[in-house]
């Protein structure tokens, strides 16, 4: 089942925070970020396991709420470039069905 | 390092016809998954290549197979063309199976009329 992501979409000024949620109806063995660009290929941001853990990369971090079966995608101090399309994907460990699915993904604009 | 490569980039195709699309895979991945995505949509998960074999499979119909070599690289079939298979096609590669980065190629958009 799709995980469904929050907000649609999101307009923010340079410098402003945003967080993107994904959330999940099953139980989660991973939540994988990706974001892309209009007209380019998804590029991967980070992965995160079952166990809570957070991971940052840069000014972009992410936490696993195993509990609650979500995600969240956190963008401080954003920049120009963080614009695109964020895509969460999720993992159901099951042996021979251990594939991601992806949620309509969070249009992120921002603006100068 | 040469990174996910596909081919061709654009396809126009006619109702009915078959398709073919290719996938080279990041040096050093091992594992081809193919994804198709709508307009405005996340990807969705067709197929997964590994050790030369369908290793799970998305809610797609027969009308599309798979391929994987022995050097890893794979292609996406498609029989008997529709109208709502226009979409992009992303291959996207990985060291292994399961929680893994993948890497995604650029895609091949494919248009049927």
């Known amino acids: 089942q799709q995980p469904v992501q929050s907000p649609q979409a999101v307009i923010l000024r340079e410098g402003e925070d945003a967080v993107i949620n994904c959330s999940s109806s099953?139980?989660?063995?991973?939540v994988h970020w990706y974001r892309q660009k209009h007209g380019e290929a998804p590029v991967f941001l980070m992965i995160?396991?079952?166990?809570?853990e957070q991971k940052g990369h840069e000014k972009i971090s992410a936490s696993f709420n195993e509990k609650k079966q979500q995600s969240s995608l956190y963008l401080t101090a954003s920049q120009l470039s963080y614009s695109g399309t964020y895509f969460c994907?999720?993992?159901?460990?099951?042996?021979?069905?251990?594939?991601?699915?992806f949620g309509t993904g969070t249009r992120l604009t921002i603006i100068p | 390092d040469a990174g996910v490569t596909q081919s061709p980039t654009h396809l126009i195709k006619t109702r009915g016809q078959q398709v073919t699309l290719r996938c080279s895979p990041k040096?050093?991945?091992?594992?081809v998954s193919w994804y198709q995505q709508a307009l405005g949509q996340g990807p969705q998960f067709i197929f997964q290549?590994?050790?030369?074999?369908e290793r799970q499979r998305g809610n797609f119909p027969d009308r599309f197979s798979g391929h994987q070599f022995p050097n890893y690289s794979s292609e996406l079939n498609v029989n008997a063309l529709l109208l709502g298979d226009s979409a992009l096609y992303l291959c996207?590669?990985?060291w292994g199976v399961g929680s893994y980065e993948q890497y995604f190629g650029p895609g091949t958009r494919l248009t049927v009329t």
């Open positions: 996207a590669s990985s």
């Open positions: 099953k139980a989660l063995y991973s």
């Open positions: 995160l396991l079952k166990g809570g």
């Open positions: 994907g999720t993992e159901i460990r099951v042996f021979g069905n251990e594939k991601l699915t």
């Open positions: 040096s050093g991945h091992d594992t």
């Open positions: 290549y590994y050790e030369e074999e």
